[in-house]
């Protein structure tokens, strides 16, 4: 992956669709700002996918690491697995 190039809201919108096929052909992402903050990116959807998948693999490792330590402490009242992503899922939105 390339370096991100950096570009107003201004310049994306004069220019999406070069921003899009950059982002896909180059995969070159681009980072939005607005009033000189960065606002969003935008990356090529395989990207995208990767890193959900990614994430989805680490929140799954962590919640298995939870519950072995709650099972290895004898916990009561312990919850399932499928409880406690249900759980971290609604505080986390």
Do not use: K
């Amino acid at each position: 992956m390339s370096e991100p190039v950096i570009e107003s809201m201004a310049e994306v919108r004069s220019h999406l669709a070069d921003v899009i096929d950059r982002a896909r052909r180059d995969e070159t992402p681009t980072i939005i700002t607005r009033r000189g903050r960065q606002e969003a990116v935008v990356i090529d959807i395989q990207e995208y996918q990767r890193l959900r998948d990614l994430a989805e693999q680490v929140e799954e490792a962590w919640l298995n690491r939870l519950a072995d330590e709650a099972e290895s402490e004898g916990a009561e009242g312990s919850v399932s697995l499928e409880e406690m992503a249900a759980l971290l899922r609604d505080q986390h939105g």
